[in-house]
């Protein structure tokens, strides 16, 4: 009798410890990075679907720093999960944690190049470049992922595609949408424009256009119309497959 009581008991710690095993969930998503400084070095800490944005995120809260970011195309399930129950957006990126350390002192292009090259040594999803553009601009662009065979693959990003937009008069949100447009059927991929100071967008004239150039050249000519210090975040949906275009203003200090 004592012996089948042990071998209960023995069978109900071992159900329990298996229990916890399947049931223990990672650590949550932080909202933003955590950021600590000494006197020589940042030390940002972030945990996102995408804590390469979530890194750059802390830069420019810190510094000001109005930087550009283009999601690449992820395709493979190496480089997206499962939300369960949401319906609206059943899957996410990839993301987790992502620590980096940036000298306190460093200029913009090499901190933004020193967070790059260390995020694309982890193993979140996506690969990333940073390019210089005009009027001392900085773009975050993803160029590759993981393809259909589980191999990092290079892509042509989004607002590389070079559209012809006839030059006339119109709101800023009527060109941003002729932009999507236009990159969206080269690329037979959504653009939709997301999050957006859209009541002003929709109220700003400019005269922009072009014959064959890039998109991110003419988005970037639509947000220098304003006059206001907006950055955009070029989001890929895996759900929609489809991308989302998010304009922010960078915060008056």
Not at 67 to 77: A, F, G, K, L, N
Not at 84 to 95: I, K, N, S, V
Not at 98 to 106: E, G, L, N, R
Request: with cysteine; aromatic share 8%; net charge positive.
């Amino acid at each position: 009798m004592k012996l089948m009581w042990r071998l209960s008991f023995l069978g109900a710690i071992c159900i329990f410890q298996a229990f916890a095993q399947t049931t223990e969930k990672p650590a949550p998503y932080q909202k933003q990075a955590v950021v600590a400084q000494n006197a020589d070095t940042i030390h940002i800490s972030a945990n996102s679907p995408r804590p390469l944005l979530q890194t750059l995120d802390a830069l420019q809260q810190k510094f000001g720093w109005a930087v550009d970011y283009e999601d690449p195309r992820y395709i493979s399930h190496m480089d997206y999960v499962d939300v369960p129950g949401d319906e609206t957006r059943p899957q996410m990126p990839a993301g987790g944690s992502f620590t980096v350390d940036v000298p306190a002192k460093a200029a913009e292009a090499d901190a933004l190049r020193l967070v790059v090259d260390s995020y694309n040594q982890s193993k979140n999803p996506g690969r990333f470049e940073v390019r210089p553009g005009e009027q001392n601009r900085f773009y975050v662009v993803g160029t590759g992922a993981h393809d259909g065979k589980g191999s990092i693959s290079s892509q042509q990003a989004l607002l590389d595609i070079s559209v012809t937009i006839p030059t006339r008069q119109r709101t800023i949100a009527e060109t941003i949408s002729l932009i999507c447009g236009a990159a969206a059927k080269q690329t037979h991929t959504t653009v939709t424009l997301g999050v957006s100071p859209r009541n002003f967008l929709e109220h700003a004239p400019a005269k922009i256009g072009g014959n064959r150039v890039p998109a991110r050249e003419l988005l970037l000519q639509c947000l220098a119309a304003t006059h206001r210090n907006l950055y955009w975040r070029l989001l890929f949906d895996p759900s929609s497959k489809g991308y989302f275009l998010d304009i922010h203003a960078v915060p008056r200090s």
